[in-house]
């Protein structure tokens, strides 16, 4: 049997381990992983779930990641738009970034939520696959990318990851009044009743629900806005009606407007947005 001075030595022990144990092994300090250059990075099963991937040598649970979402109507386009740009990050070195492709919009799907389940997927698979932080997130888009990356941003990030946007010449509002004026921009619009699957008439409470202008509050993230005056792909007025909500929900953000670009922008005017996008994804990724 156990008698009474056994049962105080085993006690005393017990506490001593215990009350020792977290100050005798504290945890390890962070340390500093190997740089990451991977292209063609599988994130689901489908063959255009693929990103490239970088992420500079340093911290993992510190870093910055740049999520770029390509372009092409919905329908088409691939990783190619951002290639330049995420070369550039590379030879920077300031945050880790994935370029990504998505799933394409087929006359049997939508893009919405299947596009923007494939930018969550790919967050979560550089987060799993690199241990990588994914708690500051800047998110860049063009054309159709712009309104996905924008979309996430305001409607499915409901943790408040991401801290910056670039939304470049991108639909934001299909509610638009001027999507919807006889002529040119009427027409233009068909070409998204197409892509989305049904007509506008009737179906105003889905257009909305699909356009990140309607999602827009004071926890919006800050958000930088390009655009060409002379785009007749995506009118001018999305740009300015983004601006103006976001001033009104008291969203830090900027707008560039260009009078003598398009769609396309004229190749000053891509240099000069690009400079203008570098210090703003600094000050709100990097607090500089």
């Known amino acids: 049997m156990i008698n009474k001075l056994q049962t105080a030595i085993f006690l ?6 215990f009350s020792c144990r977290k100050e005798d092994t504290p945890d390890p300090a962070p340390q500093p992983r190997e740089e990451v250059v991977a292209y063609g990075v599988a994130y689901g099963t489908d063959s255009l779930q693929i990103m490239d991937v970088y992420i500079p040598y340093g911290l ?24 330049a740009w995420f070369e550039y990050e590379k030879n920077r070195k300031q945050y880790a970034a994935i370029n990504i492709e998505y ?18 997927a790919a967050i979560r698979a550089v987060k799993e696959k690199y241990d ?42 299909f ?24 007509p506008y008439q009737g179906n105003e409470d889905y257009y909305a629900s699909v356009s990140p202008y309607f999602y827009v509050n004071a926890q919006s993230p800050p958000t930088i806005i390009l655009h060409g005056e002379q785009d007749t792909l995506v009118p001018p007025s999305q740009a300015i009606r983004l601006h103006e909500k976001l001033d009104r929900a008291g969203v ?20 000069d947005a690009f400079w203008h996008c570098e210090p703003f994804l600094d000050r709100h990724l990097l607090g500089h």
């Open 252 to 271: 830090d953000n900027e707008l560039h407007l260009y009078p003598h670009s398009g769609h396309i922008f004229e190749r000053q005017d891509g240099l």
């Open 60 to 83: 993992r649970d510190t870093m910055a990641l740049l999520v770029m979402v390509h372009g092409g109507s919905w329908y088409t386009g691939d990783r190619s738009h951002f290639a």
């Open 132 to 173: 990588l932080n994914i708690t500051k997130i800047g998110m860049l888009g063009v054309s159709a990318g712009a309104h996905l990356a924008a979309l996430y941003a305001y409607r499915y990030d409901t943790e408040h990851h991401v801290k910056a946007v670039v939304d470049w010449c991108g639909p934001v509002d």
């Open 12 to 17: 005393t022990l017990v506490f001593t381990f």
């Open 175 to 198: 509610n638009d009044p001027q999507y919807h004026e006889p002529g040119h921009w009427a027409w233009i619009f068909s070409g998204i009743e197409y892509i989305f699957g049904r």
């Open 103 to 120: 799933r394409l919009d087929t006359d049997q799907t939508v893009p919405i939520p299947m596009q923007t389940d494939d930018i969550a």
